[in-house]
């Protein structure tokens, strides 16, 4: 059974910095496509950000210039470094790791909340 396990969320000061981790079970390499997700109050879940086995990389034009998703296979580790956070970033983020598009697993989420 997949896991995935977020952290690095909290409460922050708008423009300071944040760096998600997700904690793969077995090997982070299995997935075609990692990612992270995010969902406010009220709102759909959507992408934040996420990169292929090979590297490849798309963001959401909200982060984009301001976060950074990257991946360690050795650890098993995916990241998102966010910079310059804004309150409209404030939300939960989720992990996806995803096989294909209908065989996909979710981690519990990590909550982030950005005050002005």
């Known amino acids: 059974q997949v896991q995935l396990v977020e952290s690095g969320g909290g409460l922050v000061q708008a423009g300071e910095s944040l760096r998600l981790s997700c904690a793969v079970s077995?090997?982070?390499?299995?997935?075609?496509?990692v990612g992270w997700y995010r969902q406010a109050p009220g709102k759909q879940r959507e992408l934040v950000a996420r990169i292929t086995r090979g590297g490849i990389t798309n963001y959401a034009d909200s982060v984009k210039g301001r976060s950074t998703i990257s991946r360690d296979n050795a650890r098993n580790t995916l990241y998102l470094q966010m910079n310059s956070l804004k309150p409209e970033d404030t939300a939960v983020y989720y992990c996806?790791?995803?096989?294909?598009?209908?065989?996909?697993?979710w981690g519990r989420g990590t909550q982030v909340t950005v005050f002005s």
């Open positions: 077995g090997s982070i390499s299995s997935f075609n496509t």
């Open positions: 996806n790791a995803e096989i294909t598009p209908v065989n996909h697993y």
